[in-house]
């Protein structure tokens, strides 16, 4: 389709397809579109130019400033905990001399718990040994009888052991045991030069009958 010229703006053929919104007249089988005024163009620049880059500069700038201050917010919050303990008296631990103090959250050695009754929490679900990410748990359950009841459930752990030189004391074995059968101590003493006796059994974790806590999981 040819498009010609004119002092009445841009002309083309009459069977063209129509502009919408703009000014057209019509000369010698031609459609001409009048051309729009100068002013009207300088002040669509104006208009795009606002809306378009100068907000994008201004919005980049105020998402800069809000940087600069959270980061500067952060920079005095960690300064201000290192400048607050920098000065203060260094402790040191004399182990082996001395008991180590430890956090109430710290992950130490397992520790299999029994109930009021001293039966073992423990039912044999395997939901910790699914849960551990290391694959360091391996549990055989076995029946109650009435004769020989262990624990409270249907079921009662035969064998309960963990591997250390595999356990990551990542503490998800706490947290999917549905009868807080097992938890974790303050014992930290796993060196050994014997890789073997990093396998833990039941009897080295199990609580005692009157709540003491087994050796190996002592601070």
Request: net charge positive; hydrophobic share 35%; charged share 20%.
């Amino acid at each position: 389709m040819r498009h010609v010229w004119s002092g009445e703006g841009l002309c083309r053929p009459s069977g063209a397809v129509r502009l919408v919104g703009v000014t057209q007249r019509s000369r010698a089988g031609l459609t001409c579109v009048a051309p729009p005024a100068l002013g009207m163009v300088e002040r669509s620049r104006e208009k795009r130019g606002l809306a378009g880059g100068g907000g994008f500069v201004r919005l980049a700038g105020m998402g800069m400033i809000r940087e600069v201050v959270e980061t500067s917010v952060a920079l005095v919050k960690g300064f201000t905990l290192t400048f607050k303990t920098m000065f203060q008296k260094t402790v040191t631990e004399n182990y082996p001399h001395q008991p180590v103090n430890f956090q109430p959250r710290y992950r130490g050695i397992h520790v299999l718990h029994r109930d009021e009754g001293g039966l073992e929490k423990c039912v044999g679900c395997f939901l910790c040994a699914a849960a551990c990410p290391a694959n360091c748990i391996y549990i055989e359950a076995a029946e109650n009888t009435q004769e020989s009841r262990i624990s409270a459930g249907e079921r009662y752990a035969k064998i309960y052991n963990i591997d250390y030189s595999r356990c990551i004391f990542c503490g998800y074995c706490v947290e999917a045991c549905p009868t807080d059968a097992i938890t974790h101590g303050h014992g930290f003493e796993l060196a050994t030069y014997d890789i073997n006796s990093l396998v833990y059994r039941k009897e080295q974790m199990l609580e005692k009958v009157g709540g003491e806590m087994p050796v190996g999981a002592r601070s």
